[in-house]
């Protein structure tokens, strides 16, 4: 995990309900976008879109949650995500990838034992709950 730009106010917490701004890449396609809150349904019309990310309800990316932990409003943070805390072999966690073409890319690696299923965050918290 790296900070890329520092917060302030209350940190996420191991069950924090949070508002996030993100953008997920895979390594391994050298950095192919898989997901983005820019591609979420409305987000055409407000310029962007948020992600709610229940933490603790088991529906989060395992790593992702990890790395989101002690993070505080208006906090960026580059998380690397290793094969073994992403994605099990579905891709029913959030986030989930918003487009066919994204899941497909998703599911390119996933489905691929000869691949690193290495996932790269930039998230930008929002709001902490």
């Not at 309900?17 to 898989?34: M, P």
């Not at 932990?69 to 994605?87: D, M």
């Not at 965050?121 to 709001?127: A, G, H, P, Y």
């Amino acid at each position: 995990m790296q900070q890329l730009r520092p917060g302030e106010g209350a940190s996420v917490g191991r069950s924090s309900t949070i508002a996030v701004e993100a953008t997920g890449r895979l390594l391994n396609l050298n950095g192919v976008v898989f997901y983005t809150t820019k591609r979420l349904p409305g987000a055409e019309k407000l310029g962007g879109a948020e992600q709610i990310l229940k933490l603790s309800s088991g529906s989060v990316v395992p790593g992702l949650e990890e790395g989101l932990q002690g993070a505080k409003k208006g906090e960026i943070r580059r998380i690397i995500v290793p094969s073994n805390l992403g994605y099990s072999e579905t891709t029913d966690l959030e986030p989930i990838p918003p487009t066919t073409e994204d899941k497909r890319a998703l599911d390119s690696v996933l489905r691929n034992p000869r691949r690193d299923a290495a996932l790269l965050f930039d998230v930008k918290i929002l709001r902490v709950k």
